[in-house]
């Protein structure tokens, strides 16, 4: 069996966690933690240890699910496979009282 690069919190996250450096071009397989299902993505960026994939194309304005709960909004369209972080989402962990 390969070894997995990313992790999957919750089923239905929009975003997995990379758990080693991922480069551009490779096929990733991910673990979801809560079913213990796998995929296969291909990276369309470098992603480091720690930082967030893309699981499902997204847009601007959509929210951003990890956890299973909202965490940000989108700033800039990604695809599956995008490295996911400031650049193109806006945290809203942190919104006390918003």
Do not use: C
Request: net charge negative.
């Amino acid at each position: 069996m390969e070894k997995h690069k990313f992790l999957i919190h919750a089923e239905g996250d929009d975003v997995g966690v990379a758990i080693e450096d991922i480069k551009k071009g490779e096929k990733v397989i991910g673990v979801d933690l809560s079913t213990n299902n796998r995929m296969t993505i291909e990276a369309l960026n470098d992603i480091p240890l720690g930082h967030k994939i893309a699981l499902k194309d997204k847009k601007v304005g959509e929210d951003l699910i990890k956890y299973s709960e909202i965490v940000g909004e989108v700033t800039q369209d990604f695809r599956t496979g995008n490295w996911v972080h400031t650049h193109n989402m806006r945290t809203k962990r942190w919104n006390y009282g918003a």
